[in-house]
């Protein structure tokens, strides 16, 4: 059974960057799809991105968050990382990593989710 | 981009009555949604993937029906396990979006 756990710190500053971890359990990381997706009041859910490992490393983002968001995999701890530079009050949000259908884009099996507050 | 419009917001219902949560795409998407069941502190759950399959383990009470740009999740009869909010996805192979959400209250 696939279990995700995301982890990082709850509180980030105005133009600092934002780094999460996904701890994934059950299943390698270099052999399926990952997702970021991010739960605000104001926006309800929104895809981050997505990365599969396989033999070249294949991403992708949401435009709208395009420059600033860098999702990574790191096969000797069997982590996803998301990295989000920049940040703002409008990236404070719930952040959940998750497992993603090879061939769509919704999702399998999602973590239970880690807040993150944009303050200083 | 394509827009997802979910209702309602909120629905409040009582345990054994029928519900249905609908969920409307800005243009058509084939059969390309999913339904997901959220309850706080827990990981989403997905229910539905392409309008009407069930995914592995979820009760038969719940169905999903529409094709096109108009969708229902349908819960035939409900258990007080289910009071949770449910949201719906529209996805093909390059991109998704997600709706805003239902909570299902008891009434």
Redesign the interface.
Known sequence: QVR?QESGPGLVKPSETLSLTCNVSGASVASYYWSWIRQSPGK????IGYIFHGVSGTT?YNPSLKGRVTISIDTSKNQVSLRLSSVTAADTAIY?C?KR?M???????????TAVTVSS | DIQVTQSPSTLSASVGDRVTITCRASQSINDWVAWYQQKPGRAPQLLIRKASILNSGVPSRFSGSGSGTDFTLTISSLQPDDFATYFCQVYNSYMCSFGQGTKLEIK
């Open positions: 995700l309800g859910l929104e895809w992708d959940y998750a259908i061939d769509f884009y919704y999702m399998d099996v999602w973590g239970v989710g």
